[in-house]
């Protein structure tokens, strides 16, 4: 049978087709059993054969869509298609073959249904074009889905507080999380020309390979809770804690993955930790030294001022040219000096007392320095002041805070031998309530062996008569007494940093002070 006679029998009843089509009854019962829909159209665009898929697709029931206009039968459904037709038809010669692709979208008895539709140009010599359908509501709907879950999960991702890094087996990145940009200082086009390796030391990244496929660190293809650096993008080392694991597909490696948490804040805190049990332990053994400082001192101060009275009496009597006179001398010299040594214990002990008030930090480190900038041993020391305005006052005694002040920049004066940098700042921290005041020197730094010590009574580094190893822990003392901490941190190369933190005044609504 020709193409023609097909096309001739096609405007006849479907069950008289079958008979007449012979030979070709299998083609045709290939046609109406697809479940694609099938539609022969004229070049007149009026349809000629639609089978059941696509009759049951446009709504309609099979044979009723037979001698109807296609502009009618997609008029409810999409009229887009229509006019792409007929403009593939004028724009086109008889010769060219063409093909459109689109989508249809309607509503059939209440149920939401989405073709897609294909239209092929007329077999060169023929009358007619095709017009194929396919129901892909299903899987519209899975795609849908898919990208809902997809969303949901990119944005669980980028949404962790964690670092997260995938990359497949040759170390191209696959995933790199907001998490791990804003650890590791990369912006998200930059991420993109990034290999794994360039985000760890040398090696590393290889030795965490071989420890995911070991058994040995939470089974193989995994590896839990394990401490390393990695590179932040200005080459600095960051501390983190990481887990992470291999994904196979059908036991093959394809890919790798990490989960990355920050330790610095972690790291800070145990560092504080640290320190204010060093400071408590370092408060208890004063308040002892203290109460055993306050004995001896009042101990030895009456036999002193006996000393001294006598001393001087003697000499008095004694005329100027005698041989007892420098003796006697040195014997009052030492004596006075014995006498600051009580001062200090004094000090040490609070066994002095002194007022409190609203004090300015800033002031307090201008008037220390107007005192000893003009000294000798301060001629070569270049002092770089680096006072926030608008500090704060917090509740103390301005006399007493000089004394710490001066304690720690001639220390650091005497550290440089006279020739350095001396830099001071201040600012207020945390939310407003803490005003901080940090001195550094450029000075050889303190041994670390000796770190710990510096604020025992009586130790020091200088020369035997030098010093008497009371100012830092007088200081130490003083600081306690303002509510405040003292820390040092001292290195060959940055010379020794102290830190002082005081609380602010917390004004009540009264306008009164919670001093």
């Not at 008979?19 to 070049?43: A, K, R, W």
């Not at 095709?130 to 980028?158: C, M, P, S, V, W």
């Not at 190893?469 to 509510?483: D, P, R, T, W």
Request: aromatic share 6%; net charge negative; charged share 20%.
């Amino acid at each position: 049978m020709t193409s023609s006679a097909i096309l001739s029998t096609t405007n006849r009843d479907p069950v008289s087709l079958v008979d007449d089509l012979g030979p070709y009854h299998y083609l045709h019962t290939i046609l109406e059993e697809t479940p694609n829909g099938v539609m022969v159209v004229g070049v007149d665009h009026v349809v000629i054969h639609a089978n059941p898929a696509a009759s049951r697709f446009l709504g309609a029931t099979y044979g009723d869509l037979l001698g109807k206009s296609l502009d009618e039968v997609l008029e409810s459904h999409n009229g887009d298609l229509f006019l792409l037709i007929k403009d593939n038809f004028s724009s086109q010669t008889k010769a060219t073959k063409w093909k459109i692709r689109h989508e249809l979208e309607f509503n059939h008895g209440g149920e939401r249904r989405i073709l897609s539709v294909a239209v092929v140009s007329p077999p060169t010599g023929q009358d007619y074009y095709l017009i194929y359908f396919i129901d892909i509501t299903q899987q519209k709907t899975l795609e849908g889905q898919l990208r809902r879950r997809n969303a949901f999960f990119h944005n669980l991702i980028d949404s962790s507080v964690d670092g997260i890094i995938a990359s497949d087996m040759s170390g191209r990145i696959m995933l790199f999380n907001q998490g791990a940009q804003s650890l590791l200082g990369y912006n998200e086009e930059e991420t993109k020309s990034l290999h794994v390796t360039g985000l760890y030391n040398e090696g590393v990244a290889y030795g965490l390979i071989k420890r995911m496929r070991s058994d040995l660190f939470g089974g193989k293809g995994k590896l839990l809770r394990h401490e390393l650096r990695v590179k932040h993008k200005d080459g600095s080392d960051i501390p983190v804690s990481f887990s992470g694991g291999i994904i196979y597909d059908r036991n093959r490696e394809i890919a790798t993955f990490g989960l990355f948490t920050d330790l610095r804040a972690m790291q800070q805190i145990e560092e504080n930790l640290e320190q204010t049990h060093k400071m408590l332990l370092q408060s208890e053994k004063m308040a002892g030294l203290g109460r055993l400082a306050a004995g001896v001192a009042h101990e030895i101060n009456n036999p002193m001022s006996g000393i001294m009275l006598y001393s001087n009496l003697i000499q008095e009597e004694l005329e100027e040219d005698h041989p007892s006179i420098p003796d006697l001398e040195t014997i009052i010299h030492e004596a006075e000096r014995c006498k600051v040594i009580v001062a200090d214990l004094l000090e040490f002990s609070h066994q002095t007392t002194y007022e409190m008030e609203h004090v300015d930090l800033n002031d307090v480190v201008q008037k220390t320095l107007t005192v000893l900038q003009h000294q000798p041993l301060f001629q070569n020391i270049e002092i770089t002041n680096q006072l926030s305005p608008g500090l704060p006052p917090i509740y103390g005694n301005a006399i007493r805070l000089n004394q710490v002040i001066m304690n720690i920049v001639v220390n650091g004066a005497q550290a440089m031998e006279g020739v350095g940098q001396l830099t001071i700042t201040s600012h207020v921290r945390a939310n407003q309530d803490i005003n901080e005041i940090i001195i550094q020197d450029s000075g050889p730094g303190i041994d670390a062996k000796l770190l710990e010590k510096i604020f025992d009574p009586f130790f020091t580094t200088k020369e035997q008569g030098q010093g008497t190893g009371l100012g830092l822990s007088v200081s130490y003392a003083i600081v306690k007494e303002h509510k405040g901490t003292i820390r040092v941190k001292s290195s060959p190369e940055t010379g020794t940093v102290f830190t002082l933190k005081f609380p602010v005044v917390l004004e009540t609504l009264t306008g009164e002070s919670n001093g």
